[in-house]
Each structure stands twice: as C-alpha cells, then as structure tokens.
C-alpha cells in the first residue's frame, strides 16, 4: 500500500496530507454522513502516532489501523451491545408515527423487521448478536418484558416478536441460494454493530477530514485503539459533525465501539459499544428457529420476496442518481418526493400543513418550504416537492435550494 505523506502536523495532533492527484485510495466504504442516511461526507486518510493511554500497546499510525480495519477477517462473534440514539427528532402531532412519516409498516400486525425501525430512532436498546459467516447471522432486541429476533441461517430469513407471539418468515430468491446470502439480511437490524457502523464512517475520497489515533481504551474487557474523525473546520464550515470516535480492537481489529458527536455539543447523537464480546464460533443452535406453538406466522411468498428485492434495487438505482451539492462534510443532497407525503400521514390537513408542525418555515429564491431539523441531520422540504437533506445547518439547506433553481 502506498504511504501518505505528511506536509504538516496542526497544533491540535492531526495530521494534513498532501495527496497526489489521481492517487489510489487506500480503504473505500461509505462515507460518514451516510450513518445518518446519506452518503456525503468523506474522509482522507493521513498518518498519526497513537498516544500514550491505558492500556499501553504499541504505536500504530492511522493509516495503518485502517488498513487493519479493512483487513480483519473475523467472521465469528457473540455478545450484547447497547445502542443509545439522541438525534433530537421533532414529535410528531397527531400521533402519526415516523413508520407513517416514512410510509412504512408500522403497526401492521405481523413480525417484519421494518416494524422495529422507527424504535431504534431514540433511546437506549440492548442487543444480542451472533454471526458465524456470511450465512448465518441473528439479532436480538431485549425489551423489558418481551424479545425481538431476526435469524438469519442459509435461506431462511425468520423473525420473532414474543410480546404478541408473531412470527415472520422469507425464502431468499434463487440468485442468494445459489451465492451470495448477505444480500438478503435484513440489513437494517443486522448492521447495528460498531463494525457495521464503522465501514459506513470510513471512506477514502478527498483530504476534508482529519484522523488520528487518540490514545487507547478498555471495551468490553478488551484492549483497542481510538480512531478519531473529524472534518477540517475549513471545509465544514455548515456541517452538524463534531466527530466520530471508533474503538478498535488490538488483537483482531475488529471495531468494538462507534460514537458519533455533533458540532453542538450534549450528548452523543449515535453510541454503538459491544458490552460484551466473544470471537469464538457461536453455537449452531443460535441460527436454528421453530415457530412457538400458537404462534401467527405471516408467511412472505417467493414472488412477494422477489418484487420487494426487485422495489429496494430501484431504489438503490434512484438513490444512486441523487444530486449531491457541496464538498465533503457540507455536502447536500436533493431527491424529489415521489407523490408527496402519504396520506396517512397528513392527518387530515394538507402535506405543507402537517410539516408546517414539525419544522420551521423559510423562504428563500426557491419559493417557501419547512425546515425539519434533529441534532443530527436537518432536511428542507419545498412546498413543491423537492428535498434537500444533510448533515448541515439550515443556511446551507436553503443554499442549495437556491442554487438548484
């Protein structure tokens, strides 16, 4: 792998890199913003020491952690991780709910995994995790008094809630038969692990970000390295990041702990951390289900398995046509809303109506919209039709707007 050469070395520890135009990039995953949702900030990866800290390990570059990131091919492990997400989102009037907001199917009656998106929002969660492979995988969200698992073994997708004794089962198409299994995850569970959410914080595209290894930590009873990001204050000047700290660990480079802090100070608005954690091959009758007795089980058909397949690779292909304004951390994206809200969510009143409660109005040379902000990421929506959403302020929102007149 090619070095990085340091120019200079800032006040703060950080490293700036000089890098050759055309110059391979040395790790490519989705960029930072896109914990958040969407894929517009970058980081360039640049040497540096780490600290002295406790536990006292050797010296390691950034680069060379990242590598090492990249690398890893641990493809066992169990334990429990806490989730704790304050993204400071707006209530929502009328009890409309962000599945509704969203068009999704909450309260639908049934054990689907999109029911349990819109809970993982805000709050603290524990989970249990197992993975032993590519196709074997499962997930569990402990609640007080009930359970919420999704298996993942081979073929089969089954997911269990225990607080009404409903269970969902899929077949995976014939191409995942035949290969790649991974593919038919229900990523939106089985991705809330530090290491998922680390592969979708690195990427290696333009020099609007700082990294550094910051000292050393204990997680989970393990020895790990820190990896601090954050973007040039130069280059972000309108983004909502403070930094995003990733604990590594030391022996197999597995990440045990992802934190994400805004620019505004408070709590962290994303808190990924394995409690515990053990590299050993999980036992096979983790990924083995059986329907409990009694229990409604909402059988999803190959053909309906297929057409949702075929309905998430266009939106894929849609979302990889989004129009990105802006550069690195202060990067904006627009969409054009598909028919507007839905209807359940308007709540009797009309779309600008209903928005008008949760955000703030603006104006600008676009014409007016609503302002939907979190701690996070904020979102502009113009009263005809177009979104503009990032990890920025409002300013740069409504900059955007003005410029995509």
Known sequence: MARIRPTQVADDGFWDEDRPKGRHKAVRYAAPVAVAGIAAATIGLVPALASTGSPDLPKITAEELISKIAASDAEQLSGSVKITTDLGIPSLPGGVSLGDLAGGQQGNGDAAPESKLAELASGSHTLRVAADGPERQRVSIIEKAAEYSVIHNGDEVWAYNSADNSVYHAKSPEKAAKGDHRREVPEDLSGLTPREAAKKALAAVDDTTQVKVDGTARVAGRDAYQLLIRPKQSDAAHSTVGSIRIAVDAHNWVPLK?????????????????????????????????????????????????????????????????????????????????????????????????????????????????????????????????????????????????AAK
């Open 258 to 402: 992802f934190t994400l802090e805004p620019k505004s100070g408070g709590k962290a608005a994303i808190d990924v951390a394995f409690t515990e954690v053990d590299f050993g091959k999980p036992k096979a009758s983790a990924f083995r289900f059986t329907p409990p007795k009694g229990a409604k089980v909402t059988e999803e058909g190959r053909a309906e398995h297929k057409a949702k397949a075929k309905g998430g690779e266009k939106g894929l292909r849609e979302l990889s046509k989004l129009n990105v304004v802006g550069k690195g951390w202060d990067s904006v994206a627009r969409l054009d809303l598909p028919g507007g809200l839905p209807a359940s969510a308007s709540g009797g009143g009309g779309p600008s109506e209903f928005l008008g409660g949760l955000g703030k109005k603006v104006k600008g040379d676009f014409g007016s919209g609503t302002v939907l902000s979190t701690r996070l990421v904020n979102a502009l929506i113009t009263d005809d039709g177009k979104v503009f959403v990032g990890a920025v302020d409002k300013n740069a929102l409504i900059d955007a707007a003005d």
